[in-house]
């Protein structure tokens, strides 16, 4: 995707996007590299991987991070690796194990939760002070896109312990952008929410739940709009969210779903 110069709409920030490496992660870092920002790309695998190296030759303006996102110590060093400001944070790492709850180990309910909602939180804070002196130092406030998902709005079977740590990341969103606003903290925060898009994610997971392995080909079906989504239409609500073009946005939630939870 090459970025018009003249629509720019991140030019001169600084991003940081986790679970960088994954589907929705590298069509994000993508289009906001695009769009004009140096992106900071967060994931598990060294910095010395194929996979790291290669995101970073594709994109140009940008580093990488090993950054575990349950992990405080990695949040600290990320913290005084990437400067003293950040424009724009999304909170997209994420796992989706799934089964029935009388056979899913508690050890996975925990790391499910760990991964999807305490690493926002560690994020936040973590990155406060750096998004809140980039919200100062122009006049457009920090944007922070949490990835959270339709799983946070209606229920589905097998996948009790990923709904209930996105459902806990969409009331994470709305508390803290409320106590940015009330802290004078120009720092904006929403939640975006994904219906099924095909990805490792979804790949992976229609693997485990179906013999057949199309469950994924039958969730498109049974999307209104009779497909799932691409990685890149998720990208752009992201786009939106982290531009000035949602500044009076805050604490909301964005579903792009072709339709699920219309119904
Ligand atoms: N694919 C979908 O249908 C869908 C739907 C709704 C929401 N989402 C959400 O979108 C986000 C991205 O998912 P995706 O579909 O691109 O999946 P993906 O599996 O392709 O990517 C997830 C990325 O997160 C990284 N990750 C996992 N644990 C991590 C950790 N502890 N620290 C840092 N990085 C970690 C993985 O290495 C991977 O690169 C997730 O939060 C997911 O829950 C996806």
């Known amino acids: ?49 194929d996979k790291a190296r290669l995101a970073l030759e594709q994109f140009g303006d940008a580093e990488y991070l090993r950054l575990d996102v349950t992990d405080r110590r990695d949040w600290d060093r990320a913290a005084a690796r ?11 790492a994420g796992i989706a194990p799934t089964g029935e709850m009388e056979d899913l180990p508690l050890e996975q309910w925990q790391q499910v939760m760990a991964v999807n909602c305490q690493g926002a939180f560690l994020a936040l804070a973590t990155l406060a002070s750096h998004l809140e002196r980039a919200g100062k130092s122009n006049d457009r406030w920090a944007s ?9 709005m209606v229920g589905m079977s097998q996948a009790s312990a990923y709904a209930a740590s996105k459902g806990a990341l969409r ?3 709305k508390s803290a952008a409320m106590e940015f606003v009330q802290g004078e903290r120009p720092i904006r925060v929403n939640s975006l929410h994904p219906g099924f898009v095909e990805t490792e994610m979804t790949r992976a997971g229609s693997d485990a739940m179906s013999e057949a392995g199309d469950l994924l080909a039958s969730l498109g079906r049974e999307t209104p709009m009779a497909r799932v989504g691409t990685p890149e239409e998720i990208a752009f609500a992201a786009l939106f ?20 939870t219309a119904r």
Not at 243 to 257: A, N, P, Q, Y
Request: charged share 15%.
């Open 241 to 260: 969210l982290a531009s000035s073009e949602s500044s009076f946005i805050t604490g909301s939630e964005l579903t792009v779903d072709g339709g699920w």
């Open 171 to 173: 009331s994470l969103t």
């Open 144 to 152: 922070v896109v949490n990835i959270s998902s339709i799983l946070a």
């Open 1 to 49: 995707m090459n970025g018009n110069r003249q629509h720019l709409r991140l030019k001169g920030c600084q991003a940081l996007v986790t679970g960088a490496l994954g589907g929705i992660g590298m069509a994000i870092c993508d289009l906001f590299v695009a769009h004009g920002a140096r992106v900071w790309l967060a994931d598990l695998e060294s910095a010395d991987s």
């Open 82 to 92: 990437i400067g003293d400001r950040l424009d724009i944070l999304v909170n997209n």
